[in-house]
Nanobody, 124 residues
Framework: QVQLVESGGGSVQVGGSLRLSCTAS????????MGWFRQAPGKEREGVAT???????YYTDSVKGRFTISQDNAKNNLFLQMNSLKPEDTAMYYC??????????????????WGQGTQVTVSS
């Protein structure tokens, strides 16, 4: 069972930047998809960005051009570079993982493995 641990959240002002990290323990699947999700108070969890093990990426419209998802060469670490942050980006951010490729931003229910989350707060 893969374990995921997020880090890098914090508080920033509007227009600032943060870089989230997610460290994954090794598993035996060579084909997988990892994603970043977020959940604001009183709202449903939503997909932000996904990346397949082949490097293909997908973004939800609200973060395109501002956020970048990436993974390191060893593919044990997942990152989310967040620039030009807005108050509406405030949420708990989670990384998640599933076997097989993603063909876009998938529903959270399709990901069996989750980290504990890291809080991002953007203030004006």
């Amino acid at each position: 069972q893969v374990q995921l641990v997020e880090s890098g959240g914090g508080s920033v002002q509007v227009g600032g930047s943060l870089r989230l990290s997610c460290t994954a323990s090794r598993d035996t699947y060579s084909t997988y998809c990892m994603g970043w999700f977020r959940q604001a108070p009183g709202k449903e969890r939503e997909g932000v960005a996904t990346i397949n093990s082949n490097g293909r990426t997908y973004y939800t419209d609200s973060v395109k051009g501002r956020f970048t998802i990436s993974q390191d060469n060893a593919k044990n670490n997942l990152f989310l570079q967040m620039n030009s942050l807005k108050p509406e980006d405030t949420a708990m951010y989670y990384c998640a993982r599933r076997s097989g490729y993603c063909a876009g931003i998938l529903l959270p229910s399709l990901f069996p493995t989750w980290g504990q989350g890291t809080q991002v707060t953007v203030s004006s």
